[in-house]
Nanobody, 125 residues
Framework: VQLQASGGGLVQAGGSLRLSCAAS????????IGWFRQAPGKEREGVSC????????YYADSVKGRFTISRDNAKNTAYLQMHSLKREDTAVYYC???????????????????WGQGTLVTVSS
């Protein structure tokens, strides 16, 4: 049972990237999927979350209007489309299951501690 994030890379500020989160060993259909990121020297933070059907999506304030989360259950994959990237978006991005917004709207997860390798996004000025 594993989620693998991919699609990171080096991009100039203002550019775009699309991250993918592929599941192996299980089907994503019944799970909410979330994207989290961890910048150097900072704690991991929730970026976006999509429920199992794809009908509900949630975003951190810092990425609203720039990032779009989606999923293709037929491909057992979720995505994070990122536009207008900023230097402060530089981080390792991870995907996980069982995300939801807490009472303050912060995206959190009740999933386990196995975050996988993540994918590095570096935004240059």
């Amino acid at each position: 049972v594993q989620l693998q994030a991919s699609g990171g890379g080096l991009v100039q500020a203002g550019g775009s990237l699309r991250l993918s989160c592929a599941a192996s060993g299980f089907t994503l259909d019944y799970y909410a999927i979330g994207w989290f990121r961890q910048a150097p020297g900072k704690e991991r933070e929730g970026v976006s979350c999509i429920n199992s059907s794809g009908a509900s999506t949630y975003y951190a304030d810092s990425v609203k209007g720039r990032f779009t989360i989606s999923r293709d259950n037929a491909k057992n994959t979720a995505y994070l489309q990122m536009h207008s990237l900023k230097r402060e978006d530089t981080a390792v991005y991870y995907c996980t299951t069982d995300c939801y917004p807490d009472h303050e709207g912060t995206i959190i997860t009740s999933g386990g501690d196995d975050w996988g390798q993540g994918t590095l996004v570096t935004v240059s000025s």
